[in-house]
């Protein structure tokens, strides 16, 4: 003779279940949909903030002889404001090397938004953050820094809903190491 499931296993299954099955469906439809864009631009080889090494002197100083060069210099120049604690000079910089920097050049536009987001982060701004790490996972969807930062603003603006999206597609994409 069967017998039914209690209602304290009921309320066990859906506290536990529920979540672990929204988790899953975002992580498959995360991976599918970043699958089909990575068809059509190249995917990020290297998730560090420095993918191409460059001189350290600031733009004035180094006469750019490409965009680039002058996109990736201004950069530069952000990350040692950056590191010094000058989130808003910082922020203009990498600004200024996102309207410098062409747009083949999609896993350097990656960087300079996931740089953004960092010192936006600092500066507690963390909706322009948001928009700064959405703009790079556009670029390059498989950017786990990026993908990890805006779990983490996620939770700080308390939309842990998308918190949880991010975190689970993070893991997926490390393979749960």
Same mark, same amino acid.
């Given at each position: 003779?069967?017998t039914a499931?209690?209602?304290? !296993?009921?309320?066990?299954?859906?506290? =536990?279940?529920? #979540?672990?099955?929204?988790?899953?469906? /975002?992580?498959?439809?995360?991976?599918?949909?970043? $699958?089909?864009?990575?068809?059509?631009?190249? +995917?990020?080889?290297?998730?560090?903030?420095?993918?191409?090494?460059?001189?350290?002197?600031?733009? %004035?100083?180094?006469?750019?002889? +490409?965009?680039?060069? /002058?996109?990736?210099?201004?950069?530069?120049?952000?990350?040692?404001? =950056?590191?010094?604690?000058?989130?808003?000079?910082?922020?203009?910089?990498? +600004?200024?090397?996102?309207?410098? @920097?062409? #747009?083949?050049?999609?896993?350097?536009?990656? +960087? =300079?938004?996931?740089?953004?987001?960092? /010192?936006?982060?600092?500066?507690?701004?963390?909706?322009?953050?948001?928009?700064?790490? %959405?703009?790079? *996972?556009?670029?390059?969807p498989k950017?786990?820094? !990026?993908?990890?930062?805006? $779990?983490?603003?996620?939770?700080?603006?308390?939309?842990?809903?998308? @918190? *949880?999206?991010? !975190?689970? /597609?993070? @893991?997926?994409?490390?393979? =749960?190491?």
């Amino acid at each position: 003779m069967p017998t039914a499931i209690s209602n304290e !296993a009921w309320k066990k299954i859906i506290l =536990f279940g529920t #979540p672990a099955l929204i988790a899953g469906l /975002a992580g498959i439809y995360y991976l599918y949909s970043s $699958s089909k864009s990575t068809r059509s631009k190249r +995917t990020r080889t290297d998730t560090s903030d420095e993918l191409l090494v460059r001189k350290e002197c600031p733009v %004035t100083e180094v006469p750019a002889q +490409t965009p680039l060069d /002058a996109a990736v210099a201004l950069k530069n120049r952000g990350n040692k404001n =950056f590191k010094v604690g000058r989130y808003e000079k910082a922020v203009e910089c990498y +600004t200024e090397a996102l309207e410098q @920097c062409p #747009p083949s050049a999609i896993n350097e536009r990656a +960087t =300079f938004h996931q740089n953004r987001a960092a /010192a936006r982060e600092n500066l507690h701004q963390y909706e322009k953050a948001i928009e700064d790490c %959405t703009a790079a *996972l556009e670029l390059s969807p498989k950017y786990l820094k !990026a993908l990890n930062r805006r $779990s983490h603003l996620y939770e700080k603006v308390e939309d842990l809903q998308k @918190c *949880l999206l991010d !975190a689970t /597609a993070a @893991c997926m994409l490390e393979r =749960f190491q």
